[in-house]
Each structure stands twice: as C-alpha cells, then as structure tokens.
C-alpha cells in the first residue's frame, strides 16, 4: 500500500489541511479513469476533423487555447483550419475569421476571463501562466511563464462588478506578483478593503507561510470555511 501522511493541521483561520491514505487500488481506479478520459478527447478530436466540414462546407476552425499554443504546427497539415490564434485571442475568436494563418500566440498576460457579473458571485482572473515545471504537468508550455495582472486593474473590476462575493482565481495565484515581489497577501488585504466577500481558488501550499496566513485571518472579509 502507497501512504500519505495521514493528519490534519488547523491553523485557527477556518480551513484545515487534511491528508489522507491512499492504497494501491485508489491508484489504479485513478489513472483507469484519466486514461479513459484522454481516450474520448482523442477520439472526440479525431472524429470532429471529419465531420464539421460534412456538415456546413462553408465552415471556418479556428483552432485555439492550450493545444495550439503548445504545439501549432501539428494543425498546419489539416486542410480545414484556417486560422490558429493560441490563448490569447480565444476570447475574440469573431475577429479572426476572415484572416489565416498564425494569427495570436503572444504570451503577455490579457483578461480572458468569460464569466459576466452576477448578483451572487464573480471570478476575477488575477494571474496566468506557472514557472513550476512539475514532471507530470503540461501547463508551463501551453500557458507560458507566470505573469500576473496589475493591482489597480483587478481592484478597478472588483469595484464595477455588482456580485456580493468575488472568488480570486489564476493557474499558480500563490505567485501572483506586484514588480518582482510575491503579493498575493497584498493584493487580498486591497480587496479586504472594498465591502465584499472574497474567496480563494485553489492555491500551492507553499504560499501558505506563516505570515500570509497571520495577515489572511485578519481579514474579516475572507470566506475560509
């Protein structure tokens, strides 16, 4: 049987960090399960190339997100795709119809978010991209290098959205930066300071020092439970 530590640690701010058993058979149902669902997307993929055509012959693919942006080349050999434009255009895909070739692939940090503003909650996208580097993870190469969106832009956008709760959102928000320097705190004590609720997306667990989690628990805006 593969072990994890098994335990819990509560640092008096709400959340707790649990970490659990994990046996070989959890594993094995694990990977079955991805594999499987790799398998669809490949075969999804595949049969998509042949079909939109047959289907509306006046019919123009963009390709974009994750896949063009890590290896383009690979849609040059479909005679369907007009277009490939990366992450970065995938949010004004109207606008690239009518041009081809390779239209976007700059890795600048843009506001991609789509979701729109509702009474409840809203996402606010703050950081894109990861220097991590992990052996299993593809992100770096198809999100790019970490770059994180500026202060005054996300408090500007917190204070026009009309949501009660706004959730902190990004691929490795724990290295959101201002300049040079790790910020996060900075920028959660910022939006302490305008009225609303505020949540926080996944994060790496190496963000959480002892410090960020001192200045976290005295913000009493902060959702932590």
Request: charged share 20%; aromatic share 8%; net charge positive.
């Amino acid at each position: 049987m593969s072990e994890v530590l098994s335990g819990s640690t509560n640092y008096g701010i709400g959340c707790q960090i649990k970490l659990v058993q994990i046996t070989q058979t959890d594993m094995t149902s694990i990977f079955s399960w991805s594999l499987i669902a790799v398998l669809l997307m490949l075969l999804i993929s595949y049969l998509s190339k042949f079909f939109i055509k047959k289907l509306n012959k006046d019919a123009k693919i963009l390709v974009c997100g994750c896949a063009s942006q890590n290896n383009l080349e690979q849609f040059n050999t479909y005679d369907q795709v007009v277009g490939i434009i990366g992450n970065h255009g995938k949010h004004n895909i109207v606008e690239y119809l009518e041009h081809k070739g390779i239209l976007d692939m700059t890795e600048e940090y843009t506001n991609t978010a789509f979701a729109k503003s509702t009474r409840t909650r809203q996402y606010i996208k703050v950081q894109d991209g990861c220097n991590n580097f992990c052996t299993y993870c593809i992100i770096p190469y198809t999100r790019g290098r970490s770059r994180s969106r500026d202060l005054q832009d996300i408090i500007d956008e917190i204070r026009q959205s009309k949501a009660l709760e706004i959730i902190i959102t990004g691929i490795d928000i724990g290295d959101y930066r201002i300049g040079e320097q790790k910020a996060l705190i900075t920028l959660l004590e910022e939006v302490n300071k305008l009225g609303k609720r505020y949540r926080i997306s996944s994060i790496h667990c190496g963000a959480l020092t002892e410090d960020f989690l001192t200045r976290l628990k005295n913000s009493h805006r902060s959702c932590l439970q």
